[in-house]
T-cell receptor, first 111, second 111 residues
Framework: KNQVEQSPQSLIILEGKNCTLQ??????????LRWYKQDTGRGPVSLTI?????NTKSNGRYTATLDADTKQSSLHITASQLSDSASYIC??????????FGTGTRLTVIP | DAGITQSPRHKVTETGTPVTLRCHQT?????MYWYRQDPGHGLRLIHY???????DKGEVSDGYSVSRSKTEDFLLTLESATSSQTSVYFC??????????FGQGTRLTVV
């Protein structure tokens, strides 16, 4: 069964701290994996995309990693800011625009 | 938001009434999707379209129908709304890349 699991479900961190979000996927065939950020009341917006041949990709303070062998991905946020408070959704693509969504990690950054 | 708009943004309707949600894009993208987002479930695919008059069911299609008579418009219809269809509905589009661009969402409440 194609599925994407994320952990933790929710996370609270202090402003300025780092955090790592996890994503495990069992999607076959596998094409690529994206991390999306969803602010409250808005639609998700893509942060990064990784194919099976890529191990790490950065977008500012966001760094995504991918281990295609273990089918795991992580999103590391450095020096968190209040504006990072959002839900982060992992999405695996099995090709032909066939997308599988995780349930997301709700991140809250507090001052 | 990548030239994709949803209407209405909010709607309250009574059980048993028909409801139509509209998604309009200005990107000329081939693929359009309707998702619903509920707590604990993440985004779940209702229906999608891969061209004018070409549509297919997603994992939670019961009680929903769609139509796409023009490239830019994708309509989602609840034939007879039920309380279980209270949700936030997102439209998305994908083009040559597999990045999904989402609308702002429609919050539907069925009372």
């Amino acid at each position: 069964k194609n599925q994407v699991e994320q952990s933790p479900q929710s996370l609270i961190i202090l402003e300025g701290k780092n955090c790592t979000l996890q994503c495990n996927y069992t999607v076959s065939p596998f094409s690529n994996l994206r991390w999306y950020k969803q602010d409250t009341g808005r639609g998700p917006v893509s942060l990064t995309i990784m194919t099976f041949s890529e191990n790490t990709k950065s977008n500012g303070r966001y760094t995504a990693t991918l281990d295609a062998d273990t089918k795991q991905s992580s999103l590391h946020i450095t020096a968190s800011q209040l504006s990072d408070s959002a839900s982060y959704i992992c999405v695996a693509n099995s090709g032909a625009n066939n997308l599988f969504f995780g349930t997301g990690t709700r991140l809250t950054v507090i001052p | 938001d990548a030239g994709i708009t949803q209407s209405p943004r909010h709607k309250v309707t009574e059980t048993g009434t028909p409801v139509t949600l509209r998604c309009h894009q200005t990107e000329n993208h081939r693929y359009m999707y309707w998702y619903r987002q509920d707590p604990g479930h993440g985004l779940r695919l209702i229906h999608y379209s891969y061209g004018v008059k070409d549509t297919d069911k997603g994992e939670v299609s019961d009680g929903y129908s769609v139509s796409r008579s023009k490239t830019e418009d994708f309509l989602l219809t609840l034939e007879s709304a039920t309380s279980s269809q209270t949700s936030v509905y997102f439209c998305a589009i994908t083009g040559a890349t597999t990045e999904a661009f989402f609308g702002q969402g429609t919050r539907l409440t069925v009372v």
